[in-house]
């Protein structure tokens, strides 16, 4: 017995010990492609606020030459004078002072444009990230079309555009890294989000697609379905409600930069980054269709009074 218990506890030890070398390894890998990340060019949609701008502080401090991109122009330069004000002005690492193109994601017309201007910044882009998006809350039979056409301008057609204008100069010097801020309504559908859903569920159909087109081309694909904290200006607002307990339950923008950060070291394919409930509800979604529709139907009375707009 005395034999079995030592043996036990070795293998205890041992297990202990493989799971600390790994978790080091990691860390060390996260460490190591971090230092790849400075001086590559960072290009990040909606970058004024909420988590566009927590990603712009973080991959700042790494060394990153970034382009700043927003519809309001004061505001990225506000941004812009904060990160040179905080910049230790006798650090040993060079900090860049980030670049502005100032375009509507919205207006599909104008990203073409907006990529000749990005690509001029640098001559290359390195890392996009695609973060600028609209949230929206309402039943389906009082949400006008007009307001279905603009989520999903922004929210879809918006980083499509700007992905395949900036693709061909990618695959033409077979690198760079492509990231899209998901939602986990990319994977699964509450009531009342519907224009929401809708795009985010595109979003995700097109950048898996876009992943295996262009394996082949070593450009790696980072899809990030998150459950943010909007009312911490996650992503730009076109409507706001009554906040639910899932939108405050949301992942903190600061906490959710840090993890786009780990992903785009570490190139990571998908990163769902929610609580355990999201993330049940995604599995339940796929194995137990049946009882997930209803789960969500059972719910719908109540969402739907929290659409009511004040």
């Known amino acids: 017995m005395d034999r079995l218990a030592g043996a036990g506890g070795g293998m205890f030890h041992l297990l202990c010990a493989s799971m600390g070398f790994l978790l080091l390894y990691r860390l060390f890998l996260c460490l190591r492609k971090g230092t790849e990340l400075r001086d590559a060019v960072v290009v990040i949609t909606g970058a004024s606020s909420g988590l566009g701008k927590e990603c712009v502080k973080v991959f700042h401090a790494a060394g990153a030459r970034l382009v700043l991109c927003g519809r309001d122009a004061s505001r990225l ?3 812009v004078q904060e990160l040179t004000n905080k910049s230790p002005q006798t650090s040993s690492k060079l900090m860049y002072t980030p670049k502005t193109v100032v ?4 207006d599909t017309s104008a990203v073409g444009r907006a990529a000749e201007e990005i690509l001029a910044c640098y001559g290359q882009v390195d890392v996009l990230i695609n973060n600028a ?7 389906i039979v009082d949400t006008q079309l007009s307001v279905q056409r603009e989520v999903m301008e922004t929210n879809y057609f918006g980083p499509v555009a700007l992905t395949q204008a900036l693709l061909p100069s990618m695959i033409q010097r077979r690198s760079g890294h492509i990231v899209v801020i998901s939602s986990v309504q990319g994977k ?8 929401y859903a809708a795009s985010k569920h595109a979003t995700q159909a097109y950048f898996d697609c ?10 790696p694909v980072t899809s990030y379905p998150l459950e943010c904290h909007f009312y911490s200006d996650c992503n730009t607002k076109l409507y706001v409600s009554v906040l639910d307990k899932t939108t405050a339950a949301g992942w903190d923008p600061k906490d959710v930069a840090q993890s786009v ?12 980054l929610a609580g355990s409930v999201p993330t049940l509800a995604i599995y339940l979604r796929t194995l137990v269709p049946t009882l997930f529709f209803k ?6 009375e109540n969402t739907v009074l929290q659409c009511m707009y004040v």
């Open 261 to 272: 950060f780990r992903a785009v070291s570490l190139k990571s394919k998908d990163v769902v």
């Open 103 to 106: 375009f509507d994601l919205a």
């Open 77 to 79: 330069q506000q941004v």
């Open 210 to 219: 876009l992943r295996a087109e262009i394996d082949q081309y070593g450009i």
């Open 295 to 300: 789960i969500m139907s059972a719910r719908t």
């Open 188 to 195: 699964i559908a509450i009531p009342c989000r519907s224009a």
């Open 133 to 139: 998006g609209i949230s929206y809350r309402g039943n």
